[in-house]
């Protein structure tokens, strides 16, 4: 497809389980990055990818956190152990790169999780 | 680390008016961005900003890239009913953070037609 997606859309989980959320970045584009956005505020950084280079892990929020990029497109973003504060939407987004004018980022729609 | 805050938090307008809202930080960004967030969707995309000063438009949209690289503020004219939506200010940095973005809170944005 032309834009970013994301899947599941939605899931709902239960306490302590692991989850994964899967990100289809834009054919080409060769950095990723996932964000988190909770109820009724801005989007909170947790990791990026750039190529073959070490992925920036400085946002995310604990060890139960984790993301993989395969053969530099897709990703997916695990949550282990899941808790009630991880309910929340998660959007990745990708660039052409990560430097000059085509480092614009454009996101997919997001996946909401909601943690019972 | 980086704060963004992004004011007001919400607007209540009438159709046809002129909208303002701003960014300000206590850290420089080297570029600003607003995006535009509706219900269900991720943000899109508004206007990007690379140089200090400068002051771009998208149609009925201005922004522009504060001297001091601490700010940025975006403008809409004549306001529509479909510009309602959740409007983000983001700045990217350079070195170790260069890469991710920092969002501010969000300005919602209701029209009355």
Known sequence: GAGVSQSPSNKVTEKGKDVELRCDPISGHTALYWY????????????YFQGNSAPDKSGLPSDRFSAERTGGSVSTLTIQRTQQEDSAVYLCASSFTSGGASK????????RLLVL | GQQLNQSPQSMFIQEGEDVSMNCTSSSIFNTWLWYKQDPGEGPVLLI???KAGELTSNGRLTAQFGITRKDSFLNISASI????GIYFCAGQGRGTSYGKLTFGQGTILTVHP
């Open chain 2, 48 to 50: 990007a900003l690379y």
């Open chain 1, 104 to 111: 614009t980022q454009y996101f997919g729609p997001g996946t």
């Open chain 2, 81 to 84: 009913p479909s510009d309602v």
């Open chain 1, 36 to 47: 988190r956005q909770s109820l009724g505020q801005g989007l909170e950084f947790l990791i």
